[in-house]
């Protein structure tokens, strides 16, 4: 099970060839791999700042997600359609981001479909909402990280980097962009083994 989390951030002016006005361009992801022995393994990019990510990006995940593996989102309507964009840009990794994109399952969906429900959730089914309802000791998790807590931060941080000339301020905020990413797909992880939990 390879549980898959991106990030993206826009620009109004964009400033890499082809790409449109408020496009969504994802410059980083998490992935954590859950083997058949239990074993569980992180991988994750996050590109530089001031280049075009999208092509090492396409080329990193073809490289971490092999064709014949479900790859698990939350809300994956999103990480399909950065797919799909990153297929129909690089034909040399289309085969193989397109086999990601099909191979992709929906976390979000037994929490849309009000197939489990915990008051703690308030109406919600956002991962935020999910995460410590079913995990409790992973409540203040978000808050308890560095710099940046959640997806809105996560790419004003990113589109703001090459502003930064202090060398270890930016390092402090590559840093906790890839805490914030890994969070995120840790969280899937815990919130798929609570689900499992509750069939047996």
Same mark, same amino acid.
């Given at each position: 099970m390879y549980h898959l989390d991106f990030e993206t951030f826009?620009?109004?002016?964009? /400033?890499?060839?082809?790409?449109?006005?408020?496009?969504?361009?994802?410059?980083?992801?998490?992935?954590?791999?859950?083997?058949?022995?239990?074993?569980? /393994?992180?991988?994750?990019?996050?590109?530089?700042?001031?280049?075009?990510?999208?092509?090492?990006?396409?080329?990193?995940?073809?490289?971490?997600?092999?064709?014949?593996?479900?790859?698990?989102a939350y809300n994956m309507g999103f990480e399909k359609g950065v797919i799909r964009k990153l297929a129909n840009l690089f034909e040399q990794y289309s085969h193989g981001l397109m086999a990601i994109h099909d191979n992709c399952k929906d976390l979000m969906i037994p929490f849309q479909n009000?197939?489990?429900?915990?008051?703690?959730?308030?109406?919600?089914?956002?991962?935020?909402?999910v995460l410590p309802s079913l995990v409790p000791e992973f409540e203040n998790a978000y808050k308890e990280l560095d710099l940046i807590h959640n997806g809105g931060e996560a790419m004003e941080a990113f589109a703001n980097l090459s502003?930064?000339?202090?060398?270890?301020?930016?390092?402090?905020?590559?840093?906790?962009?890839?805490?914030?990413?890994?969070?995120?797909t840790l969280a899937m992880v815990k919130?798929?083994?609570?689900?499992? /939990?509750?069939?047996r």
């Open positions: 826009q620009q109004a002016i964009p /400033e890499f060839k082809g790409v449109s006005p408020y496009s969504q361009i994802p410059f980083q992801y998490s992935l954590h791999i859950e083997h058949e022995d239990g074993r569980l /393994e992180h991988k994750e990019f996050l590109s530089l700042d001031g280049v075009d990510p999208r092509e090492e990006i396409s080329k990193r995940l073809v490289e971490d997600i092999p064709s014949n593996v479900t790859v698990l009000k197939d489990y429900y915990h008051p703690n959730m308030k109406g919600s089914y956002s991962i935020k909402y502003k930064i000339e202090d060398v270890k301020l930016k390092q402090r905020y590559r840093d906790s962009l890839l805490e914030y990413c890994k969070l995120d919130v798929l083994e609570k689900l499992k /939990e509750c069939v």
